[in-house]
């Protein structure tokens, strides 16, 4: 079993349906050096049971006590990860440490962040937050660390427009439907359009090589408008704010993680397309069980969503007919 759901063969596939002249070889070469799950699954464990231990000791010797200590520990700790990202990149082991030692890293570099937003000010605290893990996922080379990086990035920016022009007090916090509504068009819509941009150039960037990056990212984007919908809602119900979403969230968040599927199915991802679909369901259960709409209304939208996926199954089945038509004619030719 391989443990990479998009290696050089799918590559090689998109490549060659969308006209481009290729090394098959070259492609090929992402398939090497697989290695069986379980095999994976010990060298991950053992990686991180050695990172936990190498972690407690760091922590009892240095100790930091202020934000500006945790700060550039954190920073050393990054450039330990980017490095052994770099020099070790086919030592999975190496690579399990490194993406340990990132993640303790990066928890650390919240403290001063957070100190310098202020507990005033949460939508400055996310933007820093977005903006550091950006660039993470940008540079650090891992391809598991580029999707949570992109992932926490594009959670960070939904809760920077949550949170616009608030602070955490929820007493004092003026919110209404509209403005509801408006944040959450302004989180997903972006990460909606980037994804469809990035499907409809596929061809095109993994032929100029930028794949190792853009992959991990539409991966990312996949989960985030999957997933994201279904967090606000239950981060509504904490801040007392579910009176102004009603049934409106759910409905939009089965959207998006009907159109997460769609992307994921594009992508070739059945994991993706799983979880996609598994957050669909979530937010159906959480319309079940939305206030403010009678037994008829749920069950009226629950129809048309069932409809919506139902059609959606066809167009995927009719879409992969005419694929695999145009491969054998192609390969005829």
Known sequence: MSTNANTGRDWLEVLRGAGHAVDATALMAADAGERPW???????????????????????????????????????LLVI??????????????????FALSLTAQGLMCWPMFEYAGDQQPSLFFAQLFAFQLLLGLLLPY?????????????????????W?????????????????????????????????????????????YAVVMRPLMQALVIAVA??????????????????????????????????????????????MAFAFACAFFNLLSLYYA??????????????????ALLLSFALGRSRTESAVSQQNSGAL
Not at 52 to 70: C, D, K, T, W, Y
Not at 227 to 251: C, D, R, T
Request: hydrophobic share 60%.
């Open 38 to 76: 379980y095999l994976t699954l010990i060298l991950a464990l053992s990686a991180w049971f050695s990172a936990v231990f190498l972690l407690f000791f760091v922590a009892l010797a240095v100790r930091p006590e202020s934000p500006g200590a945790a700060g550039v520990i954190a920073i050393l």
């Open 81 to 98: 990860a980017a490095l052994l990202m770099v020099q070790a990149r086919h030592v999975f082991f190496l690579q399990q440490v490194a």
């Open 143 to 163: 391809r598991v660390h580029r999707v949570l990086s992109f992932l926490f990035a594009a959670t960070a920016w939904t809760c920077a427009v949550r949170f």
């Open 165 to 209: 022009d608030q602070n955490w007090d929820t007493s004092t916090r003026a919110i209404s439907f509209a403005s509801t509504h408006i944040r959450m068009g302004i989180a997903i819509f972006p990460m909606l359009a980037l994804l469809t941009l990035l499907l409809q150039r596929e061809a095109d960037w993994i032929a100029e090589g």
């Open 227 to 272: 997933l994201l919908p279904g967090i606000l809602f239950l981060s509504a119900e904490f801040f007392g704010e579910l009176k102004y979403m009603s049934s409106s969230v759910p409905i939009i968040g089965i959207v998006c993680a009907l159109f997460g599927a769609v992307a994921a199915y594009q992508l070739r991802t059945n994991w993706l």
């Open 291 to 308: 206030l403010g709409n009678s037994l008829l209304q749920k069950s009226a939208w629950a129809v048309a969503i069932g409809v919506l």
